[in-house]
């Protein structure tokens, strides 16, 4: 690591320079920086906006699942077969589900290795289960806080390598010469002095590995947690292309403790009541949207394992039509709860539970979970105890009050668009891995994106590894960048306070939110585009701070904004291509005047394109199909691949 010190406008910034900076400290981060150490690239450290803050430590479901190939009994499975169940959801490059399944397993044992509390029986196996957009049994889970587990242990693995980690530092600017990523630019509070007054820092590097984790603060309405916030807008102003931008994942989730309630919260069958703002006026809504009690219940019971919001489901009997039901009794203004004290009142017959109500596939899944009890509370203890103590030690007890829900964005499938190295398509040196790679296709297999943390990562580092590429003098150039960046900064100078900036936050979520997730609509995608341009190129007026310690915040304004530009007008390239629904999202025509009774046009076109997008330095951005890359049929032959491999690692 070497350390020196750059003067800009008359300020002191510190510079560091390693051969490789991995810019995160989720899962996809932490196990980057530890591939890279092991495969001797021990020139590596971390920088992380805080390690505490991000998806991978603070988000799950009632039992988070991670995706791998089968291990156990006489299931019958092999790497092929995985690496089409993860194309089979559409817009998935075959390469990149190939290196995904191939190395599955190398990753999930590597988890189990480092102390991460995968069950197994007694024999050693490690048992699986269905998961969404899956018929296979790959899907594990250590409970509800399985990508929590992953990340302290990568981290201490991390650590005791004694790996430098740069905490504290959010990426302002990625630094570019000639179609390469030389470098970046960080605010970090600690790091202000009176010869450093923005608290500016510079890192330059071979390889720059990009694991920031999905578009977190784009919405409103997310799950996502609070302090996860955006970071993808950068990358694209560095002239990162994005992937499949179009493609989110959108769900029901609790709103004041920010959880996705998949699986067993949806299974022991709570009842859903809406009130009004005061929390009054209590009533059960969801048969509304259904023609019949049994239809009703069997989709509550089946948000479980389909948990997504599926434009496909939202026909007569259809588990998303409670999505809809939900979205739409929130729209009237009043407040949505799941209710686990008590049933729905057409799963009881005189005030007790009535199991011949319910459908044959929730009755013996009930029956073979040995939950066949009288309310939804102890249903759910049961069967998952840790789903009920995860909110009692965020303040809400399942016994004693209801929670409130909305339709929330969760996750992102796409992000930014990569080659199979993970090595960005437009910017060479850069590299994205984990959810801000654009990997993941339309419908993915639930957990998949907990594989991909492992597998997406370590394949980037072995990528690194064999090119070692030379960590790069600062240019005139590049200097000239960081001069204007460091000018731009300090012109932001006003009376806009911390609230008023947060408020804006607030605002740029909910616009996005009401125009761009799981209902969209194209006359409000344009409306938003136009705002949100209006809102960049008037940013640093609106931002003029009276506090420069508030530059912190506002740059994450910018982040957001640039982010949002970009997939909105993904979003609209889409339309304008001919697409329709698919996937988490409902494309409206804008005459709609009662959701229920929407009729879904389903996309049957470009689930055999991946879409490409591009932000210019001008703000304007343009897309391309490019056809889905086939499964390659991989060299089989021992020797072949044997003298290949030495060749490589000679």
């Known amino acids: 690591m070497k350390i020196s010190d750059l003067t800009v406008k008359h300020m002191t910034i510190p510079q560091y320079s390693a051969s490789v900076f991995v810019v995160g400290s989720g899962a996809a981060g932490y196990n980057a920086a530890d591939s890279l150490y092991d495969l001797g690239m021990q020139d590596v450290a971390i920088v992380t906006e805080g390690r505490y803050m991000g998806t991978s430590r603070n988000t799950g479901s009632d039992k988070q699942t991670y995706y791998k190939l ?3 009994g006489a299931v019958r499975d092999s790497v092929y077969d995985m690496a089409k169940s993860l194309m089979r959801g559409g817009s998935m490059h075959g390469d990149i589900a190939l290196t995904d399944a191939a190395l599955s397993a190398r990753g999930f044992f590597k988890l189990v290795g480092l102390g991460v509390p995968f069950p197994m029986n007694e024999y050693g196996e490690y048992v699986g289960y269905k998961t969404d957009h899956d018929e296979t049994t790959r899907a594990t889970s250590c409970g509800p806080l399985t990508s929590k587990y992953m990340t302290e242990a990568l981290e201490r ?3 005791a390598k004694n790996i430098p980690i740069f905490d504290g530092h959010r990426v302002i600017k990625i630094l570019t010469e000639n179609g390469r990523a030389v470098g970046f630019l960080t605010l970090c509070r600690e790091a202000v002095t009176e010869k450093n007054p923005l608290g500016l820092c510079l890192f330059t590097s071979g390889a720059i590995v990009y694991a920031v984790g999905g578009p977190s603060a784009i919405y409103a309405d997310t799950v996502y947690p609070p302090s996860q916030t955006s970071s993808l807008g950068t990358a694209f102003l560095a002239g990162a292309a994005g992937a499949n931008l179009t493609e989110s994942q959108y769900g029901l989730a609790s709103v004041k403790f920010r959880w996705n309630l998949s699986g067993t919260y949806q299974q022991v069958l709570p009842r859903y009541v809406s009130t009004d703002e005061k929390g009054e006026d209590e009533r ?7 023609e019949s009690d049994e239809e009703m219940l069997g989709a509550i019971f089946l948000k479980g394992y389909e948990w997504p919001f599926d434009p496909k489901k939202t026909t007569l009997g259809g588990s998303s ?14 407040r949505v709860f799941l209710d686990y004290r008590r049933n729905p009142t057409a799963a009881e017959k005189n005030g007790v539970f009535d199991v011949d109500a319910l459908s044959e596939r929730a009755r013996t899944y009930l029956e073979n979970s040995g939950a066949i009890l009288q309310t939804p509370i102890e249903r759910l203890a049961k069967m998952n105890m840790p789903a009920i103590e995860l909110y009692r030690s965020n303040g809400i007890d399942l016994y004693t009050e209801m929670l409130e829900i909305a339709v929330s964005a969760q996750h992102c499938n796409g992000g930014l668009a990569v080659h199979n190295s993970r090595e960005s398509t437009t910017l060479s040196g850069f590299y994205a891995v984990g959810e801000c790679a654009g990997t993941f296709g339309v419908y993915r297999p639930g957990g998949s994106a907990l594989n991909s943390t492992q597998t997406g990562s370590l394949f980037a580092a072995m990528d690194i590894a064999r090119k070692k590429a030379d960590i790069p003098n600062l ?10 960046e460091t000018e731009l900064l300090l012109s932001m100078k006003g009376a806009v306070s911390r609230d008023e900036i947060l408020e804006k936050r607030y605002l740029l979520g909910r616009r996005m939110s009401d125009s761009a997730a799981f209902l969209r609509n194209a006359e409000k995608i344009e409306e938003a585009i136009k705002a949100t341009r209006y809102d960049l190129l008037h940013f640093a007026e609106d931002h003029a701070l009276a506090e420069s310690e508030w530059l912190y915040d506002a740059l994450i304004n910018r982040d957001i904004l640039l982010a949002q530009l970009v997939y909105l007008s993904a979003i609209r390239d889409y339309i304008a291509d001919g697409g329709k629904s698919r996937g988490s999202y409902l494309l409206l025509r804008g005459d709609e005047t009662d959701l229920l009774k929407v009729q879904a046009e389903i996309d049957t076109v470009h689930a055999d394109f991946v879409q490409n997008t591009v932000l210019s330095e001008d703000l304007t951005v343009t897309s391309t199909f490019e056809p889905v890359r086939p499964l390659p049929e991989s060299e089989q032959w021992f020797e072949t691949v044997w003298n290949k491999f030495r060749e490589r690692n000679a």
């Open 70 to 72: 089968n291990v156990t």
């Open 157 to 159: 693995t991390v650590m």
């Open 284 to 290: 059960e809504f969801l048969r509304e949207a259904f």
């Open 321 to 334: 039509r409670v999505d809809l039901a939900v979205f739409r009794e929130r729209a009237k203004g009043r």
């Open 475 to 484: 240019s005139d150039a590049v200097a000239q960048e960081i001069v204007k």
